[in-house]
């Protein structure tokens, strides 16, 4: 993993979308700090200006003062070209499920104390069934095994591999506690909360060797909940497809990988 | 009359003025001392109560903060073996003296519940409330003053188990002061049940408290006072007791439903098909999650705000009085926090952004929460345009309300980014998070409260509390303040997670580690700068008598004695005119109070 890319403010982005969460994180923070130095020099200028000493006395009548009325309809102006020019768009595009579905991945992703469970559909792209009443602890995504759907279906634990230039979409549900899914170079944050299945997307845009940390606390494993975001090249994913795709003669294993860790 | 105990009971209820004239004939006809126990503990009397509140507040507040050190231990130096404190707090908690994970989420759950129900609110509300309201609008004591007692009496205990559970098998409760289900339901600790029963005491607690605000507030005013000459703090109070009476009964339901679905085998918020560590969970189902969360935060929406309103109260008295000229924008300041009250009750879901929130739903809680940025504006400016033209006196209490500007304005700041939902997209749940509400309640409303303590105690106890100390305190809580909470905005903006017992887990938190060094350092010299507080507290006691209005102050708690006598007021006082005609043109002195008739 390249830890060079992280460091005090906002890691490396590899996503399509991030540049605008990033832009938005941008202006606002020059935003504050405008705000904020501005009132800091008046405040200063107050406290030196109107000290307390020999001979002065304060002001009885209340300073007119026009200028905070400006300031006051500023921020308003700039919380609306926050809120509707540069926040609520990207909500609307990035949060459910892309517009065109045709060529997206779909990862269906179960997350429990203290584990992440992908489900790829495979070569015939069909999900074999599952279900929470089968759920065990040698079959931890409730795979029916009598599903040919399900027969070439990849599963994974805390590994979670997608392709570059991609959409993906996951599918996230829990089976026990809210947990929440996130991987900060790709400014994806969703909660997976049990009884629902909720949709995430992302598009990366450069392959590497990256992070999903648990973001709600889930138990005393919280802190560990980790998995390994791997964006591979379309070769690397192939290759990765082919190599864990089980083979007819043998029987489904529920987890092809073991965790990293 | 009702005997001497009772005082109040009966006669106050009906708020007319004459019933506050009689009684005050009565208390001061009967002239002798209540027994111990009915003076110094199942007290009537609303300063002695405020005292009790504040008393307990305070050590709650260590207590807290105590828990907050130690998880700072493990933060700054994971895995690493502490020592004889380690071997003090026993195996279970720290294993070979190493903290285990479990531990350190029972330090973070108590942390957070007892800085907010258990410190914060009982001192600004409870303590300072219950003890300067009445005083500020001339009142002999609160409407229901035996309601006042059993709200005491409620928090104390409720305070007390919540401590306790920590002593129970399994220890404290461990899934977060927000206490989400499934996990608070589904861990198997006495401690998470006690946690819900504690709560329940704390929150009716507040509740009994607010109604008696409400009617204090509104029947007992003294002759002239008018809602336009009300102090601020008392406008402040006003707000935050409807805040709490509107706010808190959800939670107590929603407290109530949680302790079912752990006792009583209900499912109201555990979905159907849970499997836990593999194994089919035997429950009926059917139940969501998330409605816990609507509920919890409808109250601790409001509640951000029942923090921060007795704070800018206070902060509006001390800078009125320290500027020596009247507040700019008083009736702005006042319209501002009932726009503010109102509005923190529809933006509770910008918590709730992550959990899979659709975008109309969304886009309304961010415009809700955009707007309420809108009168904390209006509020800010009017403290800062209140300096402008003043003649500024750098006392304690002012040093501590001065520096709380800047530090509400930083926390204020940073909410923008939480509350616009697509930053909220990298940033929920991370440190930014933390620093955030931390730089609004820690350096915001806990200073206010220290300028509160060093303006009021001349009041309570008749005593100057000792300025030197008072401002090596204030510059060193002041410096260890922002050594911990600045760098925790960097340490969000890097992605670090909250609630992580070992960040060095992650790339990301590997990279910034060394912040953690510096956050916990700083935490451990906060500490150092409470010990000359808390040596300035009592040893203050000792010093010689101050002088009856020390502050040159105008409002009515300084037409009292001090400390004010069982029933406050020899004679009922009059109110004149607004509450800070400081600096009036033509005066001899730079103070004209409410109280002083015309010359």
């Not at chain 1, 069909?126 to 065990?136: I, N």
């Not at chain 1, 009884?195 to 973001?215: D, K, N, S, Y």
């Not at chain 2, 926090?337 to 109309?360: E, P």
């Not at chain 2, 402008?388 to 001065?402: E, N, V």
């Amino acid at each position: 993993m390249d830890e060079t890319k992280y460091g005090f403010w906002l890691p490396v982005d590899v996503s399509s979308h991030g540049a605008q969460i990033d832009n938005l994180m941008a202006v606002v923070h020059w935003f504050m700090l405008l705000l904020f130095v501005g009132w800091g020099i008046f405040f200063v200028y107050c406290l030196v200006k109107f000290r307390a000493r020999p001979g002065h006395v304060a002001t009885y009548n209340p300073v007119k003062a026009v200028f905070t009325k400006y300031i006051e309809a500023a921020v308003v102006v700039v919380e609306v070209f926050l809120l509707f020019g540069l926040s609520t768009p990207v909500w609307f595009k990035y949060k459910g499920r892309p517009a065109s579905e045709k060529d997206a991945v779909v990862v269906q992703l179960v997350a429990e104390q203290f584990a992440w469970n992908f489900h790829y559909a495979g070569k015939d792209g069909k999900f074999g069934k599952s279900s929470t009443a089968t759920m065990s602890g040698d079959n931890p995504l409730g795979l029916d095994p009598d599903d040919p759907a399900g027969k070439d279906d990849i599963t994974t634990v805390n590994q979670f591999h997608v392709p570059v230039n991609k959409d993906v979409i996951v599918e996230l549900s829990s089976k026990d506690v809210i947990h929440s899914f996130n991987i900060p170079v790709l400014r994806v944050k969703q909660d997976a909360i049990p009884g629902t299945r909720i949709p995430v997307w992302f598009h990366a845009t450069q392959p590497g060797h990256f992070e999903l940390a648990c973001a709600q606390l889930c138990g005393l494993g919280h802190y560990r909940m980790r998995a390994d975001v791997l964006i591979d090249t379309p070769e690397d994913y192939a290759k990765w497809e082919k190599e864990n795709a089980p083979t007819p003669s043998e029987e489904q294993p529920p987890t092809a990988q073991q965790p990293a860790k | 009359m009702t005997a001497p105990t009772t005082h109040g009971a009966t006669t106050h209820a009906g708020g007319n003025e004459h019933s506050h004239d009689q009684d005050h004939g009565h208390e001061h006809a009967h002239g002798h001392e209540l027994p111990f126990w009915r003076k110094y503990i199942f007290s009537v009397d609303h300063k002695m109560i405020g005292l009790q509140y504040g008393l307990t507040a305070l050590v709650f507040l260590l207590v807290g903060f105590s828990l907050m050190m130690l998880m700072r231990w493990q933060l700054a130096y994971p895995g690493r073996p502490l020592g004889w404190v380690g071997k003090l707090l026993g195996e279970n908690a720290m294993p070979g003296g190493v903290m285990a994970p479990e531990f350190y989420n029972q330090l973070g759950a108590m942390h957070g519940t007892i800085m907010v129900f258990m410190g914060i609110v009982p001192l600004a509300v409870g303590a300072f409330g219950n003890y300067v309201v009445p005083l500020q609008i001339g009142a002999p004591d609160m409407a229901f003053p035996r309601l006042n007692m059993a709200s005491y009496w409620a928090f104390l205990p409720g305070g007390l188990l919540m401590i306790y559970s920590f002593f129970m098998p399994g220890g404290a409760a461990q899934s977060g002061w927000t206490n989400y289900p499934p996990l608070s339901v589904l861990t198997q600790v006495p401690g998470q049940t006690m946690w819900l029963f504690a709560m329940v005491l704390l929150i009716t607690s507040s509740l009994l408290g607010s109604i008696n605000f409400i009617v204090t507030i509104v029947q007992l005013r003294a002759k002239g006072l008018g809602f336009w000459r009300l102090p601020f703090f008392v406008h402040a109070q006003f707000v935050t007791s409807f805040l709490l009476l509107l706010a808190f009964p959800p939670l107590e339901a929603a407290a109530v439903l949680q302790l079912m679905d752990r006792l009583a085998g209900t499912s109201f918020f555990l979905p159907t098909g849970l499997v836990v560590s593999g194994e089919q969970l035997k429950v009926a189902g059917g139940g969501s999650p998330l409605l816990w969360q609507h509920l919890f935060w409808f109250l601790a929406h409001p509640e951000v705000y029942v923090l921060i309103l007795p704070a800018m109260g206070i902060v509006a008295e001390v800078i009125a009085n320290n500027t020596r000229k009247p507040l700019w924008g008083y009736r702005l300041l006042v319209y501002s926090v009932i726009f503010l009250g109102f509005m923190s009750f529809v933006v509770w879901a910008h918590h709730m952004f992550m959990t899979g929130m659709g975008t109309t739903m969304s886009t309304f809680f961010q415009t809700t929460t955009m707007i309420i940025s809108i009168p904390s504006v209006i509020i800010l400016t009017c403290f800062l345009m209140s300096l402008y033209g003043g003649a500024i006196r750098f006392t304690t209490p002012m040093l501590f309300a001065t520096a709380f500007l800047p530090m509400f304005a930083i926390g204020g700041l940073t909410g923008l980014p939480l509350g616009l939902t697509a930053s909220d997209i990298y940033l929920h749940d991370t440190f930014y998070v933390i620093g955030h509400f931390h730089y609004v309640v820690a350096p915001g409303t806990i200073f206010a409260l220290f300028a509160g303590i060093y303006y009021w105690y001349p009041k309570a106890t008749g005593k100057q509390m000792d300025p030197t100390l008072g401002k090596i305190h204030f510059w060193l809580s002041f410096l260890c303040m922002n050594g911990i909470f600045m760098p925790m905005f960097f340490q969000g903006m890097a992605g670090l997670s909250r609630r992580l017992y070992d960040p060095t887990i992650y790339a990301h938190g590997r990279a910034i580690q060394s912040l953690n060094v510096v956050i916990s350092w700083s935490a451990w010299g906060l500490f150092l700068a409470q010990l000359p507080f808390i040596w300035n507290f009592f040893s203050s006691l000792a010093r010689a008598r101050a002088v009856e209005n020390p502050w040159s102050a105008t409002t009515l708690e300084w037409a009292a004695p001090s400390p004010p006598t069982h029933g406050n007021f020899p004679t009922p006082p009059v109110v004149y005119r607004e509450p800070y005609e400081y600096s009036v043109p033509g005066q001899t002195s730079d103070f004209h109070p409410q109280f002083a008739g015309e010359a």
